[in-house]
């Protein structure tokens, strides 16, 4: 009779002892999808939308297909890829559809070292029909991101160079100085931004 309650108790005992084991295996796992798994890679992607590039605060914003919005900070290590070629963060616009490889940093911040760039939205709205011609002189020149400003009559426009420039744009973009007279095709992103198409 003692023999056998003791085999009881011992099986009571080693009962509870996988239960709680099992449990903390469950709670390691929630947690870990929580964080991202301490086990797996820590780099994820995020597909979506952009929806906001913020160069003062080096922050991106990219809109996932639920709507939710996720900002994601860059440095100037962040490549930008379309169609194989390597551009700034500067060179992405509002619209256009990327997949963005990112990590969490210590502090929660999402941070992006490589984003792809899956659909221009320029190429998707830069039509032959949308083209117009520009002239102006030169304000500024930012070479790193592939921008530059000009006085075009009452208005200072901000030309970006488009994801694939032929060589000899890319040879006269490197060229420009402040007060240079130049002559251009290109589309309107917004009212005050123009996506170049040639210079001429």
Do not use: H
């Not at 011992?10 to 002892?17: F, K, L, P, V």
């Not at 984003?115 to 102006?136: A, E, I, K, L, Y």
């Not at 744009?169 to 240079?180: A, I, K, N, T, W």
């Amino acid at each position: 009779m003692t023999l056998a309650r003791r085999i009881t108790g011992i099986g009571a005992a080693m009962a509870i002892i996988v239960m709680t084991a099992a449990c903390s295996s469950g709670l390691g796992n929630i947690l870990g999808s929580v964080l991202g798994g301490g086990g797996q890679a820590q780099s994820s992607q995020l597909t979506g939308t952009v929806r906001g590039i913020n160069t003062n605060s080096q922050q991106l914003t990219i809109q996932q297909s639920n709507g939710q919005s996720i900002a994601v900070a860059y440095d100037n290590q962040t490549r930008v890829v379309y169609q194989n070629q390597t551009y700034s963060v500067g060179s992405l616009e509002y619209g256009d559809q990327v997949t963005a490889s990112i990590r969490q940093a210590q502090n929660g911040a999402y941070y992006t070292d490589y984003v792809q760039v899956d659909r221009s939205v320029s190429s998707s709205t830069g039509g032959m029909g949308n083209v117009q011609s520009f002239q102006g002189n030169v304000r500024q020149v930012d070479s790193r991101n592939g921008l530059f400003t000009v006085a075009a009559g009452n208005s200072i426009l901000t030309v970006s160079m488009p994801y694939n420039p032929r060589s000899s744009d890319v040879s006269r973009f490197q060229s420009l100085r402040p007060g240079d007279s130049v002559r251009f095709y290109g589309v309107f992103v917004n009212n005050s931004r123009v996506e170049l198409r040639q210079f001429y």
